[in-house]
């Protein structure tokens, strides 16, 4: 079954030609790329460094938070999206996959309004 292009794949398709008009396919490595990811990752938590739950819930909206978060969000999808490139996945079938199957561990009448984890369910 042939699949209908997604915003994902369009957003790839640009970024791959932004890499290569650059020739920086020689420094994405698997590994580089995911070592990349999780910098991102780390910029983005550093956003909720010594701050409270309710500090970081009052930032939402505001331009500052807002501005840094997508930035950094941006960053990790971004890598993401090469990871997937690089490794030959299907990004959206992965996470629907993975979707169904945390539907499988987490049934709604049980895990309903709790954060147990599914082997204490
Ligand atoms: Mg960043």
Same mark, same amino acid.
């Given at each position: 079954?042939?699949?209908?292009?997604?915003?994902?794949?369009?957003?790839?398709?640009?970024?791959?030609?932004?890499?290569?008009?650059?020739?920086?396919?020689?420094?994405?490595?698997?590994?580089?790329?995911?070592?990349?990811?999780?910098?991102?990752?780390?910029?983005?938590?550093?956003?909720?460094?010594?701050?409270?739950?309710?500090?970081?819930?009052?930032?939402?909206?505001?331009?500052?938070?807002?501005?840094?978060?997508?930035?950094?969000?941006?960053?990790?999808?971004?890598?993401?999206?090469?990871?997937?490139?690089?490794?030959?996945?299907?990004? !959206?079938?992965?996470?629907?996959?993975?979707?169904?199957?945390?539907?499988?561990?987490?049934? !709604?009448?049980?895990?309903?309004?709790?954060?147990?984890?599914?082997?204490?369910?």
């Amino acid at each position: 079954m042939s699949k209908t292009p997604s915003e994902l794949d369009a957003l790839t398709e640009q970024l791959i030609a932004f890499r290569d008009a650059r020739d920086w396919r020689q420094f994405h490595s698997l590994k580089n790329l995911i070592v990349s990811l999780n910098l991102e990752a780390t910029e983005l938590l550093e956003l909720t460094q010594w701050k409270s739950d309710e500090d970081i819930e009052a930032a939402i909206g505001s331009p500052d938070f807002s501005e840094k978060a997508a930035e950094e969000c941006a960053d990790i999808l971004l890598y993401l999206l090469l990871i997937s490139e690089r490794a030959g996945l299907d990004l !959206v079938a992965a996470a629907q996959a993975k979707i169904a199957k945390n539907a499988q561990k987490y049934p !709604v009448e049980k895990s309903k309004g709790n954060a147990r984890k599914y082997t204490e369910l």
